[in-house]
């Protein structure tokens, strides 16, 4: 007769699964029957008070990276006029869907530029940037120089990271999307931006690429997140209108924002921001922007509570 060990060791007598690392753990040691060859699984007595509990570690996720040749940037605007209560979206005639004006960064361009850019090029609306009481991780500026208004009313959270809603008002992103793009299969980076226009002048003509048929329209605040080709979209565009909302309820409309971007020509390829100059965008604040304006250190500031945007 073969030994326990012998039988443990030959393949023609046994066929032992392969288990992995959390397995054998859950499983315990294995053991052979000397009977019947059978595999069986030796399990500790319940009762023995210095069995400790299994712990088996957790990974946490690796950092991925994506390099620049499969992913691209892209901004794009919820582009709303407040009196009217209307804001602009387009209508792809070829999928017969309605998204925001959004589309690449070109090289060396801001993503400012390219979401007032694209929103002329694919809606024919010349836009501007609207400063909104949004909540964000972007840090304040810092420098002694200049005296920032904006600086004064800003609230922070108890870790001091990240700004409360409705105590500044800023031009950042108000939010980011992903996707894999349909076309390429490359992943799609899109910044969305708040911006004002007028929806009672005539929309520019033959603004658009010679790959893109669309069609703007203003419709209402009530029914644009509804149009919306998917949830995210209509996410984006709900946010965006509720922003705007607030901003055009504070009570420092006249004061001019931080890094504000104004088109008031059609944008070009071209462009880039220009030196600070206040708007005739009438008394919503908005300013063109800067990148060389140097505002002070940010102070020690009370905390405000969030509320709900």
Partial sequence: MPCRHDIAHRSDHLHLPTLDFAQRHLLGPLTVSKASHSLQFFKPPTSTPSSPPLSIPIMSPPWKVTFSSDFYLASGTITVDLPARKVLIIYDLTSKTYYLPRGRKDWSEPLEATAIRETYEEAGCTATLLPVPLSTRCTPPSST???????QKARFDPSGDVLLPNTARLTEPIALMQHPQKKNGALAIVLWYVAIGD????????????????????????????MMVNHAYGQVLQ???????????????????????ACQDPPQKDSHLSSPKTSEAGSLGVVEASRTETPPSRPEMPLSPPNSL
Avoid: Y
Wanted: proline share 5%; glycine share 8%; no cysteine.
């Fill in 239 to 261: 946010r965006g209108i509720d922003l705007a909302l607030a901003a055009s309820q504070m009570d420092d409309m006249d004061v001019g924002m931080n890094a504000a971007v």
């Fill in 199 to 226: 929806s009672t002048l005539p929309l520019a003509k033959e603004t658009q690429m010679s790959d893109e048929q669309f069609e703007a329209l203003w419709v209402g605040f009530e029914d644009g997140p509804g």
């Fill in 145 to 151: 120089s200049t005296h920032n208004p904006q600086l």
